[in-house]
């Protein structure tokens, strides 16, 4: 039904280029149409009833800056430098005179050499303008962090934004990016799709927020690969969208690298966040550490997939993973499917998760010393998520977001 | 000399076949088969269409391709679905009457039935290939208004019975494998608990797989009447072949109000050659209804035969405060696979369930706990705890876990905790100090490592899968 509707030829955007890969994109995504249900990593977020039931119609088209100037109130809370990304286009950036020569940022054409398995890389790639690049130079430590705001402000044109972006890390380098989200437009999904590469003796810093509430459907998929000595911290905090998948797929493939992934799906009205990691613990003495908790209000609902997976040459593995979650309304819900695939002996992997309400006894414990009902599980559970916020180690990056929530 | 003994201890333990005369069905599956199998157990015409009407629905479905351990395309043209021991047709009254070779195998399994009736006050209906050809200590459990015999003498004498809950908790409509056997399951046993009674002994039931190329259909379907009792034993080894065998068994409890049943299982089948050549696809549907309030339904297994293991006894908590538990011991060696675990739907209020499995995989063995916990919305405080541990040895095999966790209620509380490992130096180092050669010692700890589950064993299962755990794991460290 989508192929009758729609004829990628209306839409071609000439001096994008490309057209007979993009082509091919749209078709195979075309014919795949959104994930369901039916297919196992969609099991708990069937993202084409979401579509269906949240965007009347769906626009394909390519990103659009019309006016090229953007009114942003950028965050005072501390110093950074910034890119600007309006609409999935490149739209301006501001570097600190410190880091200046210390960060590369580039716009270049799409390469289209990948596969064409995944259908929501696929719409990417057939509509993605541009690929914005940014390296970190070799030996060079990036002192202040690096904002990059995600601005959505579309018009009824289109409701369809495709953003692709890359991030290596070179030699001997450190980073810390902090994706902001700020969205005006209603009702648009948006596909965001992330490749970082991290190489020897490297550290990268990486959070998203997700803050505002905003009626957006986003599903960001993040590749990290990262090499020798290495280490990459993320940390999502996802709560303004209407629904949100984060995907992050790690690659653990030399040895004493190691990723952290820990994240807060904080929810309210009938929102829908899943968070989705894969780590793949490729070589010897890897790393890796998992925490996400979930407080869920009113009739949403949360979802945490995550995965170990250690192959038989990654000896010395060790690998946590914990979901908690906090049902505070009998219409919530929460699914959870933690899983390890293991392959080699000599390794220390575990993972737990829970689910529940509040602990009554602490409750009443809080309340026998003067606080009434509602202070009571506020405190609760400021410290159930104060506990994953505290992992965040750019401390100014900390205090940004405790204040934000507050 | 001892590279030799240990190649000795490896081969099967139970490896032979009986030479008996069979009646077989014609080879194939479709509607003439179905109504022969029917006409030769004498079914009424109700059974024949509840066969067919699965065979219909059959038709329409496709062979599950989600599991892990992938396997060669079955041709189901190719089996013989009915095979029946000759001397059964005319069955026995008494088991003196039996084909002196009959009870010659069970000897070697180590269940003197002749025994067992005086010593161990344990009934045994033992399923020879597809028949039952021995009930035993059926006067004692009569006078006690229990009904312990074979399917098909069931479907003969308690039609009411088995029409009321028969498909009740695995419907014809089910998945393939146990649509497959709604249409020609063979026969198994059927036990039933009047209300209030507390069934004086262990039920237990030997399966061996004998004829060659037979699929084995069993279906087993016990009911718990309200406030009654009863523990059944399923112990399983089957003789040595080549061929892979089918085996898609389906089993059935229902537990009334107050009822509980406790449902035991060691499982020892032919796990295939050293080189992975051979074995039994064990491809068994196991469901438990908690119907009424209070109920409790317990699955045991104990885990170590088949090339393939694929089953997943689960529980259906529908009344209120009901329990269900699930304790597993999985061991893979060689190119063994399996991918088990459970199901807990919580439906009624207050309802508990527990999970605690131990995977072992040894050699080239893949092993997979794969497990859902569903709490519906209206399932108030109801309670979940599942712990999966998995040890490795080697790192040619596999361990992974798989939970699937729904939590739809907020009132519930689920909790899940996983942990994988290998044993470690100290702890083989410390036992060899003590004397014990390095398998003595990897038998201690991993019956340590699996000894929750195996408390849970009524003492004769007990003891002989203790044994059976040290024996699968021979010649795995080295």
Known sequence: MLKENLEFESLTYETLGNTKERKEHFYKFVESGFPSKKLEDWKFSDLKSIINKNIKELKFGFNTIENKS?????????????????????LSEDILDIDKNKIEIKNENLIFSESLNEPLNNLNKAFASKLIKLNVLEGKIVEKPLVIYHICDLDSDTNLINTRFELTLHKNSSLSTLNLFED???SGFNNHNFNIVINKNSNLKNYIFDLNKNQNLRYSFTNIDIYENSNSENFIYSSGSKFSKYEINSNLKEKYSSAFINGIINLDKNNHHEIKTNINHLAENTKSYQLIKSVLNDKSTGVYQGKIFVNDQAQKTDGYQLSKALLLNENTEFNGKPELEIYADDVKCSHGSTSGNLDENSIFYLMSRGLNYDQAKKLLIDGFINDVIEKIT?????????EAIN | MRDKQIEDLKEYKYGFTTDIENIRAPKGLNEEVIKFISKIKKEPDWMLDWRLKAFERLKNLKEPNWQKPKYPKIDYQDLYYYSAPKSASDKPKSLDELDPKLLETYQKLGIPLQEQKRLNGIAVDAVFDSVSVATTFKDKLTEKGIIFCSMSEAIQKHPELVKKYLGSVIPVTDHYFATLNSAVFTDGSFVYIPEGVRCPMELSTYFRINASETGQFERTLIIADKG???SYLEGCTAPMRDENQLHAANVELVALDDAEIKYSTVQNWYPGDKDGKGGIYNFVTKRGLCKGVNSKISWTQVETG???TWKYPSCILQGDNSV???????ITNNHQKADTGTKMIHIGKNTKSKIISKGISAGYADNTYRGLVDIFPKAKNARNFTQCDSLLMGNKCGAHTVPYIKNRNSDSNIEHEATTSKISEEQLYYCQQRGLNSEEAVGLIVNGFCKEVLQQLPMEFAVEAQKLVGISLEGSVG
């Open chain 2, 228 to 230: 009654s009792y009863v």
């Open chain 2, 306 to 308: 088949s090339a393939i």
């Open chain 1, 70 to 90: 953007y009114n942003l109130k950028f965050t005072k809370h501390f110093e950074h430098s910034k890119i600007v990304i309006l609409n999935g286009e490149f």
């Open chain 2, 324 to 330: 269900g538990e699930f304790y597993s011991i999985a």
């Open chain 1, 394 to 402: 750019n401390i100014k990056i900390q205090k940004y977001l405790k």
């Open chain 1, 184 to 186: 005006k437009s209603v």
